[in-house]
């Protein structure tokens, strides 16, 4: 890295890019055909220029928007000017093939000047084959390094980490850190704590910036540094060292392996992707979508949603069932089959809120042993509250549709009954799928409706048969 | 705030709440217990030992771990010892109860000892009359300074601000600022960059810590900032700002009044509790949930339910009028009610599919004019296919149950019709709202369910009507 007071002040910021946007969001129109003429013209000096000037996650977004022939001729086009940084901003199955088209010489080379989180976020997608050509091709101490976070299980702390960090001696004045930041230029592009290490790199505490800038020169680093409780072992699951990260507002974490040694460092820019991810997977989950992505061709999405279809359809044909139990009682009044899917599906719908709520809560840890039961209470309760609200509305309109006060108050009953057990599903359900371990997002909506729509086609039909005499 | 050679290295670090969460990430029971016995005991020492070590939102998770008259009773035993910060870490309707019962002089007492953006988040939730009495009781400045953030509007970046920051003129050298930073008492608690201001304080640019550490005494402060492209107006959603932090990995940024005037700092903590919030509502929405909290009450759940299940019963009665128009039909062949919730359902799970995944892509910006028509085009190839798999595979199963080859084409073509239905709805619908500025996380699950509802039984039955020449 060059010395600090080399480089232009301005060198990370980005004033062109300010307005490549439109008031949508999306990257100006005008701006992507400027930029698809410069493609086009091969007119290179254009685009190190403007394309250049971008900030890594604008060029992601440019990226985004050009068609698939366009995204490969900007990377070869722009050469060594060509951020590769911001193919961690794009979709994965973009990058997939941008990465793929490319040269293994030449993903090594443009991995050669990422910060290691990044090279690996990319490397990690190929397949070993590539992986090993690239590491091969690497100098020595970043392939050890890449190698090491390779090796740590996907989606851990060791995955996301930087392994290039600033450590000091405990025994180092302020002063000397200071000096030492000013002349050293391999340190890391940015950063908001120093680490203090033993000779074995064994982690001691830590020293925010902010620490360092108001104390004397004089003191020691011993002095003004900070027991780390919040270390974080390489192999701990990412969305674990997120939950730490904002239960205790951190801005980076010293990363260590099994034997407490220092060996990368977490930042919160890279925990807010993981926050990201997390929410969206538990959303995604509850809508029945895996993990696909905007950029999936229909084959693979298809393949993606036909799972969950699948155990729908046969939880419908199961829903079927009951009602074909009660076949001879609907041919003798239509008005059942009629009115049969209201009770089903305001049981559904009710089930699904409290379920909503409930894997929400899982998932941020704010449902426990503490309160389940207050929670459970209060479900049931609200379950009898709406199924008496809604079954009086449903009960006279019912009634005065078919002319039947025996319909009305047969529905009111089904739907109170039906309400209340889509409150129990609703809580139980996903509490006892996480107590067993299953990830209560994927499974509960499935469980829930088809309970809803068993008991509510079951309760209504099987009413009206006992109370009409159609035994 | 003291000098910080004179305060202790560890202030804020707090060794002993370590071990006090089991396996689950549950608070402990028998720290608990504990806890619970030294407040029945009027123990403050205890209480002011083993709850003043932990982190704010140690507490914050013990206080909601209490039964409600315990969390009373330990915010008055614990006095001034209690760090009111715990409050901003509690469920609202929580903190609403240990506020309510505070006297006024009591809260603005503890409001002093807050960082701004923590006072602000505990005040806005107050009367206006509370407020105010608290605001007359402090001192002229930290009033001043409420006030305007409070004066912004709700979930704005000028009510998440902090309006402590360090801020020197561009003149400075770095070495002034460092002397200054080690002389000052008044800055904040914890700071990763310093703005540039001039005499007006009109913002200039920023410097990061790590640059001035890296940066000889001698050079000029203006030399070593950096334009600030991304300050944020006080009155920007607090979504939108949150956006802007994840798009350039932002730690910290100014927030600036209509004069771009420096007013406040916009840190990552309060930006990823934005985050989490805002992925909680879309969550909630689409399972039609609204702003609940998991503290209410059953009246307070059943109000903030109904008015969903609301919407969804008059949906549920026009989807049963559809069903209506086929009574005759119905009562001829009785199979067809059996089956038509199957048609209706699958409809409903494929559309809430791609609802979901446009729900998502629309609120992370994913989703632009640029792909909006490709992903149009995948979901019909992908509403077709899977449409086409599922048709085959209902229709063998029907056509045995009832053993007529009939119904088992019927019920295929009223499938594939439903399933493309279905992903037109779950795109275009959501697309369509987020056009008219509707929020697609609330109303989409119910118009793409309704129409599956509709389409699903009238194709079904009225191609069966058709068919069998019922008409």
């Not at 062109?16 to 990257?27: C, P, Q, S, T, W």
């Not at 101490?141 to 000091?168: C, N």
């Not at 509305?393 to 549709?401: E, H, K, P, R, S």
Request: charge should be negative; hydrophobic fraction near 50%; avoid cysteine.
């Amino acid at each position: 890295m060059e010395n600090p007071q080399d480089r232009p002040p301005e060198d990370d910021v980005h004033t062109k890019g300010a307005d490549i946007y439109d008031e949508d969001g999306a990257i100006r129109a005008s701006f992507l055909a400027h930029i698809g003429a410069a493609i086009a013209d091969r007119d290179t000096l254009t685009l190190k220029q403007d394309v250049g000037a971008l900030h890594q996650s604008e060029v992601g977004d440019l990226i985004e928007a050009l068609l698939p022939e366009q995204r490969q001729a900007l990377v070869e086009l722009m050469g060594s000017d060509f951020d590769f940084t911001a193919l961690t901003e794009v979709d994965d199955a973009i990058r997939m093939d941008i990465v793929d088209a490319m040269p293994n010489e030449q993903i090594a080379q443009a991995v050669q000047e990422l910060d290691s989180d990044d090279a690996v976020y990319i490397l990690e997608d190929l397949d070993e084959e590539d992986q090993e050509e690239i590491l091969a091709q690497l100098p020595f101490t970043e392939r050890i390094r890449l190698r090491r976070s390779l090796d740590y299980p996907e989606e851990s702390a060791g995955r996301r980490m930087q392994t290039e960090f600033v450590a000091v001696p405990p025994f180092w004045t302020v002063g000397q850190t200071i000096d030492y930041m000013r002349e050293d230029k391999n340190l890391p592009e940015s950063f908001s704590q120093i680490f203090v290490i033993d000779p074995t790199f064994r982690l001691l505490g830590a020293v925010d910036l902010d620490r360092i800038l108001r104390t004397q020169r004089g003191v020691k680093i011993e002095e003004v540094m900070h027991e780390t409780r919040h270390a974080i072992p390489a192999t701990m699951d990412q969305e674990e060292a997120a939950q730490i990260f904002e239960q205790y507002d951190l801005l980076s974490a010293a990363v260590v392996d099994e034997n407490e040694r220092l060996v990368g460092v977490l930042t919160i820019d890279d925990v807010v992707d993981v926050i990201q991810e997390e929410a969206e997977e538990d959303l995604m989950r509850l809508g029945g979508v895996g993990d696909e992505e905007l950029s999936d061709k229909v084959l693979t999405t298809s393949r993606s949603r036909v799972p969950w279809l699948m155990v729908n359809l046969v939880m419908a044909f199961l829903a079927a069932s009951v009602i074909g139990l009660f076949d001879a009682t609907i041919q003798e009044i239509v008005a059942l089959a009629i009115l049969m899917p209201i009770v089903a599906g305001m049981g559904g719908n009710a089930g699904s809120q409290t379920m909503t709520v409930t894997v929400r809560a899982l998932a941020t840890k704010d449902i426990d042993i503490y309160n389940a039961s207050r929670i459970i209470r209060r479900e049931i309760g609200v379950g009898l509250l709406n199924g008496a609200i809604f079954a009086t509305l449903i009960a006279i309109v019912a009634g005065f549709w078919f002319s039947s006060p025996d319909i009305g108050g047969i529905i009111a009953v089904a739907m109170v009954v039906n309400m209340l057990t889509a409150a129990l599903a609703g809580i139980l359900i996903p509490l006892l799928l996480d107590r067993f371990g299953a990830d209560p997002a994927v499974a509960s909506a499935v469980f829930v409706t088809t309970i809803t729509d068993v008991v509510g086609f079951f309760t209504f039909l099987g009413l009206a048969t006992w109370w009409f005499g159609l035994l």
